[in-house]
């Protein structure tokens, strides 16, 4: 099985590269996997993939860190983004908001496809283009769409496996809550280290 890595920074991938010995670089390929660093956003996200996805892959393995509207995920705790969905793409009619879907231009969410089973929790996310950090945005997003996580990459790595028929995982360690902005509540030493635990275990156990 070829599979691509796909992180948004090299930083949440800190200890895999140490682990493998991988040189330095945005797009690595590797004789066990290949890895694709994109940039932050959806942006950077569907511009790297644009470019380096092929169906040469049979599982693209999406890895990051994220925040949590559900507290009952543990910081650092480890989840499975079965379905994610592009939270700002639409239009708004007064208080109300119209999903691209409503609007009859696509859709608005996508969901992993693959028959790999591992044990992690499974959750829906939100894709922004801008961090949830207002009490007020934050509960009409809850109210919504009722999300577990909230990334900027997500739904456009699930978009673009989707378009291309390729299998998909998205796995986040949680960094911190979405709640008006604190960083000194964050836990993203802690998040990258467990993710990085888990993605060389499966990583290994795959090769």
Same mark, same amino acid.
């Given at each position: 099985? $070829?599979?691509?890595?796909?992180?948004?920074?090299?930083?949440?991938?800190?200890?895999?590269?140490?682990?493998?010995? *991988?040189?330095?670089?945005?797009?690595?390929?590797? $004789? %066990?996997?290949?890895?694709?660093?994109?940039?932050?956003?959806?942006?950077?996200? &569907?511009?790297?993939?644009?470019?380096?996805?092929?169906? $040469?892959?049979?599982?693209?393995?999406?890895?990051?860190?994220?925040?949590?509207?559900? @507290?009952?995920?543990?910081?650092?705790?480890?989840?499975?983004?079965?379905?994610?969905?592009? &939270?700002?793409?639409?239009?708004?009619?007064?208080?109300?908001?119209?999903?691209?879907?409503?609007?009859?231009?696509?859709? !608005?969410?996508?969901?992993? %496809?693959?028959?790999? %089973?591992?044990? *992690?929790?499974?959750? !829906?996310?939100?894709?922004?283009? @801008?961090?949830?950090?207002?009490?007020?945005?934050?509960?009409?997003?809850?109210? @919504?769409?009722?999300?577990?996580?909230?990334?900027?990459?997500?739904?456009?790595?699930?978009?673009?496996?989707?378009?291309?028929?390729?299998?998909?995982?998205?796995?986040?360690?949680?960094?911190?809550?979405?709640?008006?902005?604190?960083?000194? $509540?964050?836990?993203?030493?802690?998040?990258?280290?467990?993710?990085?635990?888990?993605?060389?275990?499966?990583?290994?156990?795959?090769?």
């Amino acid at each position: 099985m $070829k599979i691509l890595v796909v992180a948004a920074t090299k930083a949440e991938l800190t200890f895999l590269y140490q682990h493998f010995s *991988l040189q330095e670089g945005d797009f690595i390929e590797d $004789k %066990k996997f290949d890895i694709l660093i994109t940039g932050v956003g959806m942006v950077a996200t &569907a511009f790297a993939l644009g470019k380096h996805l092929s169906p $040469k892959y049979n599982l693209v393995l999406n890895l990051g860190i994220a925040g949590a509207f559900d @507290r009952s995920i543990e910081l650092g705790g480890i989840v499975n983004i079965t379905e994610d969905i592009f &939270a700002e793409l639409g239009a708004e009619d007064g208080e109300n908001f119209l999903t691209i879907t409503d609007l009859g231009f696509g859709e !608005s969410a996508y969901n992993s %496809k693959n028959s790999i %089973k591992i044990g *992690l929790p499974k959750v !829906s996310g939100v894709t922004v283009n @801008r961090v949830s950090g207002n009490e007020r945005n934050i509960k009409n997003l809850v109210k @919504r769409l009722n999300p577990k996580t909230e990334s900027m990459e997500g739904a456009a790595v699930l978009y673009a496996c989707h378009q291309e028929r390729i299998d998909c995982l998205q796995i986040r360690s949680i960094s911190n809550y979405v709640e008006p902005r604190n960083r000194d $509540k964050w836990k993203i030493g802690l998040a990258i280290k467990n993710l990085n635990d888990w993605a060389i275990a499966f990583l290994t156990d795959m090769n």
